[in-house]
Antibody, heavy 120, light 110 residues
Framework: DVQLVESGGGLMQPGGSLRLSCVTS????????????LNWLRQAPGKGLEWVSY???????YYADSVKGRFTISRDNAKRSLFLQINSLTADDTAVYYC??????????WGRGTLVTVSS | QSALTQPASMSGSPGQSITISCTGTSSDVGNYDRVSWYQHYPGKGPKLIIY???KRPSGVSDRFSGSKSGNTASLTISGLQAEDEADYSC??????????FGGGTKLTVL
């Protein structure tokens, strides 16, 4: 089964930046990982889930309108890793951030998430 | 405000069936056969339980079923069990390469 582990969250200052990472199992081959469509999603306290960004196996990239211009998604297939760079943090970015694979238009494997708190 | 509308909470007794609704628009739920449902326990990642409106991933109990009519999708859980107490979220593909979620439904098993 696909295992995903996020990291990089924490308490951040408004206006700051951070880079979230998501790694998959060491037993996943680079080739297999390269075929995954990968996504970042988030859930703010007391709110529903929100899709944030997508990067396909062919490196096509999409963002939710709410994060365009501040978020950058990337992947490193050799390291079996997914990244999310977030700039100009605001309190509205406070959330648990999840990475997930998607297949058949649904998110079929998820990590446990990493909490990002933006507060002064 | 979430794009899809779900009841904030529902409850049921063991053995009963419950149905959670998820209402969208003709641009998302009503336009694609791509509604998915997720079961979410605190501190864990969500688990996919229904995709493409009605399909169950391998390993998901057949007590979970999905349906859709127009702009409203539904998740039915039959034979409620204590372990079903969790949050349930619906999601619809809203193309191109964008998804919208509901606000989530907290299910309590009495």
């Amino acid at each position: 089964d696909v295992q995903l582990v996020e990291s990089g969250g924490g308490l951040m200052q408004p206006g700051g930046s951070l880079r979230l990472s998501c790694v998959t199992s060491e037993f996943t081959s680079e080739f297999t990982f390269s075929t995954y469509n990968l996504n970042w999603l988030r859930q703010a306290p007391g709110k529903g889930l929100e899709w944030v960004s997508y990067i396909g196996g062919g490196y096509s990239i999409y963002y939710a309108d709410s994060v365009k211009g501040r978020f950058t998604i990337s992947r490193d297939n050799a390291k079996r890793s997914l990244f999310l760079q977030i700039n100009s943090l605001t309190a509205d970015d406070t959330a648990v951030y999840y990475c997930a694979t998607d297949r058949d238009w649904a998110f079929d494997h998820w990590g446990r998430g990493t909490l990002v708190t933006v507060s002064s | 405000q979430s794009a899809l509308t779900q009841p904030a909470s529902m409850s049921g007794s063991p053995g009963q069936s419950i149905t959670i609704s998820c209402t969208g628009t003709s641009s998302d739920v009503g336009n694609y056969d791509r509604v998915s449902w997720y079961q979410h326990y605190p501190g864990k990642g969500p688990k996919l339980i229904i995709y493409e409106d009605t399909k169950r991933p391998s390993g998901v109990s057949d007590r979970f079923s999905g349906s859709k009519s127009g702009n409203t999708a539904s998740l039915t859980i039959s034979g409620l069990q204590a372990e079903d107490e969790a949050d349930y979220s619906c999601c619809s593909y809203a193309g191109p390469i964008t998804w919208v979620f509901g606000g989530g439904t907290k299910l309590t098993v009495l």
